[in-house]
Structures are given as C-alpha cells and as structure tokens.
C-alpha cells in the first residue's frame, strides 16, 4: 500500500493519528507525519482513518477507499 495525505486540504482533526497511531503522527499542532508505505498490519488501520478523515485528505492506491480522480460526468 502506498498512502498520500494531501497536506494543503488537511486541517488537522487527527482522526487519522488516533484511528491509526503507528502511521500518523500528529506533530504540534498543524504538522501531520505519516509512512507513506505501512506496514500490512496496518492497512485496516489506514482504510479506517482515510475513511474518517473529514475533508479526505487521505488517499490509498489500494483498500476499499479509493477515490478516483477522473471526472464523473458532465458539469
């Protein structure tokens, strides 16, 4: 699994760090760390906090979260 978190569209709400502490850390107060590659004992963990981050900021390459980034119809 390889993770992402898009740092700009982040806020902070550290649902990730506390649904998946060994992945995410927060540091401070603003500043999100994480392991861009888990372990895969960790990939529940992972699924559950991309699927609890309020602004989903949180994308996987893998799991049942992904989102797609490709257009979903006319606008």
Same mark, same amino acid.
């Given at each position: 699994?390889?993770?992402?978190?898009?740092? #700009?569209?982040? /806020?902070?709400?550290? /649902?990730?760090? $506390?649904? !998946?502490? #060994?992945? $995410?850390?927060?540091?401070?107060?603003?500043?999100?760390?994480?392991?861009?590659? =888990?372990? @895969?004992? @960790?990939?529940?963990?992972?699924? /559950?906090?991309?699927? !609890?981050? =309020?602004?989903? !900021?949180?994308?996987?390459? +893998?799991?049942? $979260?992904? +989102?797609?980034? !490709?257009?979903?119809?006319?606008?």
């Amino acid at each position: 699994m390889r993770l992402v978190v898009d740092l #700009n569209r982040c /806020q902070g709400y550290a /649902q990730c760090a $506390f649904l !998946a502490p #060994n992945v $995410f850390t927060l540091h401070g107060e603003e500043a999100l760390l994480y392991d861009a590659a =888990p372990a @895969e004992s @960790e990939h529940a963990r992972v699924w /559950q906090a991309t699927a !609890a981050c =309020p602004v989903r !900021a949180i994308v996987t390459d +893998e799991g049942p $979260f992904i +989102e797609s980034t !490709a257009p979903t119809g006319p606008r």
